[in-house]
T-cell receptor, first 113, second 118 residues
């Protein structure tokens, strides 16, 4: 069975400081992993995805994530937070097959001025 | 703009009623997914259709049903509505079967239909 755990439901950072959103997955197979972002009153948008190529994945808006198989982690980072980064972030796992994606419970990122 | 269109954006109805939510996928996408997002349950996968056929089922109640039409648009029917059905319902689309092809794992989400049951 596949599952994904987001370790923090809320993260608050100051503008200009680094962002770390943590995600651990469990999967019986080699997973595909994604981070999606949801701004208030909007649909979800793909930030980045890992599909067994490079372990360090760069996404949009300066975000990146590193796939660490030994730790079964796929943490999302950004060197410097911007006010516009305030949103909810979802870590997502899928595997080759017919099942739809499995979403984590989400992490709400707050950016303080 | 993701290219996925959902209607209506907002819907208020009473318990016991029935509603239909509509989704038009991105041009060329064959898969349509329905998700329910609520404060207590988070984002829950309901059901997936691929080219008119049901392909995966998640936590969808028996009171709910969906279908995908030949023009690939989809409808989610919610009946005998209860207060707990109040949620944001998202439709998403993708070219293929999510996970079936690493290059098509991305889903494109609509902006959702907010259902309020009073």
């Amino acid at each position: 069975a596949q599952s994904v755990t987001q370790l923090d439901s809320h993260v608050s950072v100051s503008e200009g400081t680094p962002v770390l959103l943590r995600c651990n997955y469990s999967s019986s197979y080699s997973p595909s992993l994604f981070w999606y972002v949801q701004h208030p009153n909007k649909g979800l948008q793909l930030l980045l995805k890992y599909t067994s190529a490079a372990t360090l994945v760069k996404g949009i808006n300066g975000f990146e994530a590193e796939f660490k198989k030994s730790e079964t982690s796929f943490h999302l980072t950004k060197p410097s937070a911007h006010m516009s980064d305030a949103a909810e972030y979802f870590c997502v796992v899928s595997y080759t097959g017919r099942r739809a994606l499995t979403f984590g419970s989400g992490t709400r990122l707050q950016v303080q001025p | 703009d993701s290219g996925v269109t959902q209607t209506p954006k907002h819907l208020i109805t009473a318990t016991g009623q029935r509603v239909t939510l509509r989704c038009s996928p991105r041009s060329g996408d064959l898969s349509v997914y329905w998700y329910q997002q609520s404060l207590d349950q988070g984002l829950q996968f309901l059901i997936q259709y691929y080219n008119g056929e049901e392909r995966a089922k998640g936590n969808i109640l028996e009171r709910f049903s969906a279908q995908q039409f030949p023009d690939l648009h989809s409808e989610l029917n919610l009946s005998s509505l209860e207060l707990g059905d109040s949620a944001l319902y998202f439709c998403a689309s993708s070219v293929g079967l999510a996970g079936g092809d690493a290059n098509t794992g991305e889903l494109f989400f609509g902006e959702g239909s907010r259902l309020t049951v009073l």
